[in-house]
């Protein structure tokens, strides 16, 4: 049976080491965000007011096709970090930075709207949170270097941002995961805790775990 499990949560949070996890432990199928670069970004970093629209459209546009080849994957899969956070998050940041204007806003929108009646929302959507100073430590200790230097006042605006979606998702069950000291990678009774808890959403469709 076709099922689907969607990780969200800000940056620095955890996604793809939950992703890499669950695909581990279960055998299941795991999807990242498309690796190809966006090639609006480097114009997009240099007149961000400029490029914005363009920019958040092209990575729309790449989470759709996605959400398409996700749809026509057999059995259970995982995906890290859903359109909806797109759309959602971070393109809603930049509408209210007035990074994109009303005109554009409504194209985006409009082009959101479709792409939502076109795609199967997921089975169950696991929303990871945890502090500012930890978000921060990790994004640190990740060392990504395009995330070095994201201002705190833009990871508040993407945590509010994020508070104030999953409270309305409705579209499938939700799982909330504190991962502040949560380590389902080497503490036992943590691994069996984040188990439990997302088996008994996905009992039947997960298998027998690999471990």
Known sequence: MKRSIAI?????VGKSTLVEFLARTYGIVPFYEPNDENPYLKDFYRDMKGWAFQSQLYFL?????????????PGVVVLDRTIFEDAEIFA??????????KRDWGTYQGFYAAIL??????????????????????IKLRGRKMEQDVPTAYLKRLERL????????TMSDVLVLETDSLDYIHD???KLDVMQRIEALLPPELGRPHC
């Open 8 to 12: 969200a949560g800000n940056m620095g």
């Open 61 to 73: 546009a790449s989470k759709f096709r996605l959400h398409q080849e996700l749809d026509r994957q």
């Open 92 to 101: 809603t940041a930049l509408y209210q930075m007035r990074k994109i204007n």
């Open 117 to 138: 009646d076109a795609i199967r929302p997921p089975d169950l959507m696991i929303y990871l949170k945890c502090s500012m100073r930890t978000l921060k430590t990790r």
């Open 162 to 169: 994020y508070e104030e979606w999953i409270d309305r998702y």
């Open 188 to 190: 036992l009774v943590h």
